[in-house]
């Protein structure tokens, strides 16, 4: 008997050792989060250093009643910095910066003398609204990261481009668990850590760093390592990174300024999804509206409802298309 | 029940006229009274939309609304009307408008022929609220401006995405249910 219980261990501790060589790091959640900021904050720093001498910029702002030249610096200043300039109001409100009329992050660096405007998420245009979709997602990974305890294996796998028709935004994570449905009252505690999360108005950083150095950071998540030498290879060996508080996440962009901008927020669902290596994933999906938008109950109901239905969205050119011909409509209904 | 059928006797206006009159406060009294509706209705007619008080604003506004269904009631031709118009409205060229004008333009309105919106007021200033009054089909621009930006405002565009998937679920089970009736009739 006593020899069939030491079998019986002996094949636990296999399966065990067999786990902990699929994640190559050893450390703990927390201490690969620290980690992983520590390296972010030296090449912040390396990359101000870098700047080297400050050369002055002049940067023409078009706001709807003024226009005003601001002297700014190179590589320095960004946005938000430009926006402190003008007013205070303005830095609360204003999500995106269209730079030379493309959408540029509040929080990069500017690079050149350029035209400058700002959109909010109550005069939006398409751009605005698709990087709002996108912050969420960022948002909901910080959640789901947060949301386990020590003992569950939390790895972030990806978020698709956003989609707002498909009425919900979508971030892939694996979990170690092998049939996990969420309660209601699991799902409300996440929603609460997203709104706490939001209530901290965090800044929306974002620092482009080399690949290698990327891959550094990510030594734990055996997902991220696979995509990022593929993602870039399409981005001249670099890789955009994004960091709200001490969560930081791979996308290619652009974000909202800061989560102050997210109002009213759910998350509506957990699916389990099926890839093709077969892994087991989970799909957790939300909606939001933005702050200062009043929402009926009732019509916010009707969100939540379609947002808890699973999300099928992958990236597809019509859709692309289908937008930008939406764009032709209304701008001649205006 | 011989009752008579009293439905024609009085216009039906589309507004809610208060059951107290308001006394319009003045030196003069109740003709003082009189006096301010005559002006501001004159105005009224000149200029198809004026800025006031709000309480007088509401005051008049039942007045140029009986005014005008009245006119449309009876036309020019009766003599108790014309009298009516002429007390009302000071000055003669109006009464003129009001036949020629007005009558035409509201003869098939299913709605209140004037509108009354809030205005604001100058701080600090008279305490008293102010009003914008104004008879409809006015060539001026609208004074309720509608947001450019409805349509793409994130949560309208979440809502216009759900109405059309409602849609296209009801579609598919008006479909079913009809595939279904035809495997019965078979």
Partial sequence: MF??????YTIGLRFQSKTHSRCIGTLTKAEAKKKRNQLYDEELKRQRAAVGRIEKIDVKYHGPTEEVILAMNKNLSTPHDCAKHISEGLTKVAALALVNEKPWD???PLTG?????FTTLKAPNISTNRAFWRTCSLILGAVAENAFKDDVEVHLHSFPAPSIKSGSFISNVYLNLPDWQPTVPE?????ALFVKLILRELPVERLVVQEDLAIEMFQENRFKIKQIPDIAKHNENRITLYRIGDHIDISKGPMVGNTSLVGRTTVAAVHKIQTDEGENLYRFQ????PSGILMNSFAYGLLEERAKKLNNVSWM????????EEKLTIAAQN | MNQANVTHLVSKLKFNIRPTPRRLKNKDGPPGRVLKIQKTLTALFEYERIELFYNRADEVRGYA????SEAIRRGPEDHEMMDLANFWIIRKEFVHKLFKVYVPRYQDYSIAYTKLHKAPRLYPGIYYKRAVLELRGNPYPSIEQRNAHSN???????????????RMEKYKEIAESMNEREVTSQ
């Fill in chain 2, 65 to 68: 609304e009986r005014l005008i």
């Fill in chain 1, 187 to 191: 799902l409300q505690a996440m929603s």
């Fill in chain 1, 317 to 324: 050119p019509q859709r692309i298309e289908e937008d930008m």
């Fill in chain 1, 286 to 289: 939300g909606v939001a509206i």
């Fill in chain 1, 106 to 108: 509040m929080h990069r």
């Fill in chain 1, 3 to 8: 020899h069939g219980c030491r079998q019986l």
């Fill in chain 2, 152 to 166: 793409v405002l994130l949560h309208n565009l979440l809502l216009s995405e759900a109405r059309k998937e409602y």
């Fill in chain 1, 113 to 117: 003398p350029c035209d400058l405007t």
